[in-house]
C-alpha cells in the first residue's frame, strides 16, 4: 500500500472529455493530463462530481481509468472515483483501477437508498474489505443526500484499508472537528472539496485540496498550497483572492444548477482542454452564454497570470 502521507497538496478532481456521442475523447484526455502533470499537481483524481461519474457509461469509466494511469505512469498518484449505487459496479470499477496502476480509491455513499449511519458504516466495511486499494471516504451531502458523521469517519478510520476523507460539504465546523480528531493520526488524510476555502481548511490543518479549478490553472492552486507551507501569508491572501475571483466570474453565471460544471468545461474548452460537452442530463451553455462567459474568462486569465509566478 502507498504511505497515506504521500497523499497531499492540489488533487484536481479531472473534467472527462466526452465526444459528441459521449464516448471517452482520447485526444483531449492526453492533453488535460499533460496540462497537470505540467503545472505541478501532486496527484489527479478522476470519476468524481466534476468528472461527471454519475452520467457516465461503464465503457466509458474504465477507458478513461486505463488512459490516464498510463498516461500519469506513477509521476502523481491517481485516485479512481468508484461511486456507485451499486456494490458490484464499484468493485468493478476498483477492479479496473487496481490493474491499471491507480493508487487509491474515492467512494462517496450510495446516492439513491435511504440509509443511516449505520448502514452507511456497515457498507464502507464491506467495501473496504472488497477492494485491494486503499479507500478514501467522499462526504458530498449535496448530491448524495447524505452526510457522513464525524463519529462514522472515526468508527471507519480503524479500519486498515480507510485512509482518508475528501469533505465537499462546505461546512467549515465539520471540517475543523476532523482536523482536530484526527491531529494526532496524521496518517488519515482530510482533503476538501471546495476551493473557495482553500486556505482555511488548510490553516484548520487540512492535507490538501481536490479543486475543480485546477483542470484550468493549476499551478495557481499548487502555488496556494506551497506558498501555504512556507508561511508567507500575503502571497496567500493573494492566491486565494484570485481563486474566489475565478470562483465568482467562472462558476456562478445564469440561473442553472449545474453552472459549475458549465463553466469549468466552457473555460476549459476556450483553452483546447476539452469540447465542452457534458453528459444528460447536464448540457453545455448556448452560444450567446457562452460568448458572455468568454468576456469574463479572459478577465479571469488576466488576473491569474498577473498572480502566478511562472
Request: hydrophobic share 40%; proline share 5%; with cysteine.
Amino acid at each position: 500500500m502507498k504511505n497515506p502521507v504521500e497523499f497531499h497538496g492540489i488533487i484536481p478532481p479531472m473534467i472527462t472529455p466526452l465526444n459528441a456521442d459521449y464516448s471517452l475523447d482520447v485526444a483531449h484526455t492526453i492533453r488535460i493530463v499533460d496540462h497537470l502533470l505540467e503545472g505541478g499537481v501532486h496527484g489527479i483524481f478522476i470519476l468524481g462530481t466534476t468528472g461527471e461519474s454519475a452520467s457516465l457509461s461503464s465503457d466509458v469509466k474504465s477507458d478513461l481509468i486505463r488512459q490516464v494511469c498510463r498516461q500519469v505512469s506513477g509521476k502523481v498518484p491517481v485516485l479512481v472515483g468508484i461511486t456507485d449505487c451499486s456494490f458490484v459496479e464499484s468493485l468493478d470499477l476498483a477492479a479496473i483501477a487496481a490493474e491499471s496502476g491507480a493508487s487509491a480509491l474515492v467512494a462517496a455513499p450510495p446516492f439513491y437508498m435511504n440509509i443511516g449511519q449505520e448502514e452507511l458504516t456497515a457498507y464502507y466495511r464491506q467495501l473496504a474489505e472488497a477492494v485491494t486499494l486503499p479507500l478514501f471516504l467522499y462526504n458530498m451531502p449535496s448530491h448524495t443526500k447524505i452526510f457522513i458523521d464525524l463519529q462514522t469517519v472515526k468508527d471507519l478510520s480503524n479500519h486498515p484499508n480507510i485512509i482518508g476523507i475528501k469533505d465537499s460539504s462546505g461546512d467549515l465546523g465539520n471540517f475543523e472537528a476532523l482536523c482536530s480528531t484526527f491531529r494526532n493520526r496524521q496518517e488519515f488524510r482530510i482533503f476538501v472539496g471546495p476551493e473557495e476555502i482553500l486556505t482555511q481548511t488548510l490553516e484548520m490543518g487540512g492535507h490538501g485540496g481536490v479543486t475543480g479549478g485546477a483542470n484550468l490553472f493549476p499551478e495557481l492552486y499548487v502555488q496556494a498550497f506551497e506558498t501555504f507551507q512556507t508561511g508567507e501569508r500575503s502571497r496567500l491572501k493573494e492566491l486565494q483572492d484570485t481563486i474566489l475571483f475565478l470562483s465568482k466570474n467562472l462558476y456562478e453565471n445564469q440561473t442553472y444548477k449545474s453552472c459549475y460544471l458549465k463553466g469549468l468545461k466552457a473555460a476549459l474548452a476556450f483553452e483546447g482542454l476539452c469540447r465542452g460537452i457534458l453528459a444528460p442530463p447536464l448540457s453545455a451553455y448556448n452560444e450567446e452564454e457562452k460568448k458572455a462567459l468568454h468576456e469574463k474568462y479572459l478577465r479571469v486569465k488576466e488576473k491569474v497570470s498577473s498572480t502566478v509566478t511562472l
